[in-house]
């Protein structure tokens, strides 16, 4: 017995290994003990239009953040409009909100580059983002600090940067930190999701699941160790036969923790499904319907007359036994799989199947918007997701997130801005950047907090009727 059916933080249940060695994982033949509740993550029947909490960021401080040296601001709640030219700091801003977000950019791997240029001339190049966050009357402070890996070393541009993370004053790991100010970014680029390869839409699920799902980002980490790590192994035993003994190992690892992420990612993709079915027609003039399709790896219906059928409670309030069971089906098709999949695995050196080579459909009426979109369906597809998104986190999180927009109006054209502005909840904090007024209506505007960047500074004295 090695396995154990646990609970993860979000009251999922979840395999995990016990201290015993390599264990069968077969259709139905492994004894699992099954501890588990589903608590408010499984289905989740709230209503979000019924959410009334917001989450919000009270002030921000960036020191030697991309081109802000210095800024102290405090954000009222509401919609904030962040006017300013071309390079003057509109989307670095929403990068570090993003960043103490996820703890990672959205824009690159490398957090060197956004540590301010001029700070590498100093003795200790550094930067710093602190944000205080409200949510369900708590205050939180985030604090991230950039600093310089080594000393010595005369090429600045080989030196890397240690991220240090502070909650409320207590050093976190990031994955602990992942998620307490809840945000959804909207970037001009964000229309790769439709348009671009699939593993930015796995990107996107896992750093959504994510966000809310502490869990999904360890069993995340772990697949990948092992699947680089089977990998190794398929590539050194090419063409000289195989080791099953040793295969079977790794395989029993993979499935472990890949089922996980399978189950999740097709129950979220589910749950963001309704909500663009409600969302998309709003923002195309009831024009199209849109559906998000899981296309996973991972063959997940057995072919009828073979020994049973998965379990895939669609129904909120689905007991906690399916959900028990769908795992420990997903566990076995995926383990079915890897077994056919024996010969070809060993000719190619590589994983051939699994959750690294899931993708993410985007139909309308039928149609893949990957291969057949307009580059406006396509955009208007990736903000429907986005906005999904919002709805799909307060559901999860029992609060509004942060919604970030950047210069996503100047794309749209003034059917679709329309569309838009009146699916933005004004109550909600939303900070969109532009470089001019000029696609917003004035009772958008009179409603809305002005403020202008120049230069990594920002101006908030700004009336109205500028
Ligand atoms: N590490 C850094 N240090 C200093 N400046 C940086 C750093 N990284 C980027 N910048 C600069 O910050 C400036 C503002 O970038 P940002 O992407 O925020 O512009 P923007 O206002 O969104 O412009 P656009 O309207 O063109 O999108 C750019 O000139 C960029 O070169
Ligand atoms: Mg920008």
């Known amino acids: 017995m090695s396995l154990l059916h646990c609970i993860s933080s979000r009251g999922f249940p979840i395999l995990v290994e016990a201290a015993s060695p390599i264990c069968q994982v077969e259709p139905r033949s492994h004894s699992i003990y099954l501890f588990y509740q589903l608590k408010d993550c499984q289905?989740?029947?709230?209503?979000?239009?019924?959410?009334?909490?917001?989450?919000?960021?009270?002030?921000?401080?960036?020191?030697?953040?991309?081109?802000?040296?210095?800024?102290?601001?405090?954000?009222?709640?509401?919609?904030?409009?962040?006017?300013g030219d071309n390079?003057?700091?509109?989307?670095?801003?929403?990068?570090?909100?993003?960043?103490?977000?996820?703890?990672?950019?959205?824009?690159?791997?490398?957090?060197?580059?956004?540590?301010?240029?001029?700070?590498?001339?100093?003795?200790?190049p550094f930067a710093r983002l602190v944000a205080q966050i409200q949510s369900d009357e708590q205050t939180d402070q985030i604090e991230l600090s950039l600093v310089q890996n080594s000393t010595g070393n005369v090429d600045v541009n080989a030196v890397g940067v240690r991220k240090h993370i502070r909650v409320n004053g207590i050093p976190k790991r990031a994955l602990d930190a992942i998620g307490l100010l809840h945000v959804v970014l909207f970037l001009p680029q964000d229309i790769n999701l439709v348009d671009g390869p699939p593993h930015l839409r796995r990107q996107y699920l896992d750093d959504t699941i994510g966000q809310v799902d502490a869990q999904y980002c360890r069993e995340l980490q772990h697949y990948h160790r092992v699947l680089t790590q089977r990998n190794y192994l398929l590539k050194s035993l090419k063409g000289r036969g195989y080791d099953e003994a040793q295969l079977h190992f790794w395989d029993q690892r993979l499935v472990q923790?890949?089922?996980?992420?399978?189950?999740?990612?097709?129950?979220?993709?589910?749950?963001?499904?309704?909500?663009?079915?409600?969302?998309?027609?709003?923002?195309?003039?009831?024009?199209?319907?849109?559906?998000?399709?899981?296309?996973?790896?991972?063959q997940l219906e057995r072919r009828p007359g073979t020994a049973y059928q998965m379990a895939l409670?669609?129904?909120?309030?689905?007991?906690?036994?399916?959900?028990?069971?769908?795992?420990?089906?997903?566990?076995?098709?995926?383990?079915?799989?890897?077994?056919?999949?024996?010969?070809?695995?060993?000719?190619?050196?590589?994983?051939?199947?699994?959750?690294?080579?899931?993708?993410?459909?985007?139909?309308?009426?039928?149609?893949?918007?990957?291969?057949?979109?307009?580059?406006?369906?396509?955009?208007?597809?990736?903000l429907s997701l986005k906005l999904a998104e919002v709805e799909w986190t307060a559901q999860?999180?029992?609060?509004?997130?942060?919604?970030?927009?950047?210069?996503?109006?100047?794309?749209?054209?003034?059917?679709?801005?329309?569309?838009?502005?009146?699916?933005?909840?004004?109550?909600?904090?939303?900070?969109?950047?532009?470089?001019?007024?000029?696609?917003f209506n004035e009772e958008f505007l009179s409603r809305a907090t002005l403020w202008r960047v120049c230069a990594g500074r920002i101006t908030t004295s700004m009336t109205n009727s500028q």
């Open 257 to 298: 923790h890949g089922a996980y992420l399978i189950v999740r990612r097709q129950q979220v993709i589910q749950q963001l499904d309704e909500f663009v079915q409600r969302i998309h027609p709003q923002l195309t003039g009831e024009m199209e319907r849109l559906r998000l399709e899981y296309d996973a790896s991972v």
């Open 87 to 124: 390079a003057q700091g509109k989307t670095n801003l929403l990068e570090a909100i993003y960043y103490l977000s996820r703890m990672h950019s959205p824009r690159t791997s490398v957090d060197r580059e956004l540590v301010n240029w001029l700070a590498w001339k100093e003795d200790l």
């Open 313 to 382: 409670p669609t129904e909120p309030g689905t007991d906690t036994a399916s959900a028990s069971t769908r795992l420990q089906d997903v566990a076995a098709l995926f383990a079915d799989q890897l077994r056919a999949m024996r010969v070809k695995e060993q000719e190619q050196g590589i994983s051939l199947v699994g959750p690294h080579r899931d993708n993410l459909r985007f139909l309308v009426n039928g149609v893949d918007m990957n291969v057949y979109g307009s580059r406006g369906q396509q955009r208007t597809i990736a």
């Open 396 to 439: 999860e999180r029992k609060d509004k997130p942060v919604l970030l927009l950047d210069d996503v109006l100047s794309e749209l054209d003034a059917a679709h801005r329309r569309y838009l502005l009146d699916a933005i909840d004004q109550a909600q904090q939303v900070i969109i950047t532009t470089t001019d007024f000029t696609p």
């Open 43 to 83: 289905y989740n029947t709230i209503n979000s239009q019924s959410i009334s909490k917001y989450m919000r960021i009270l002030h921000l401080s960036l020191t030697n953040f991309r081109n802000y040296v210095r800024l102290e601001l405090d954000f009222p709640p509401g919609v904030v409009l962040l006017q």
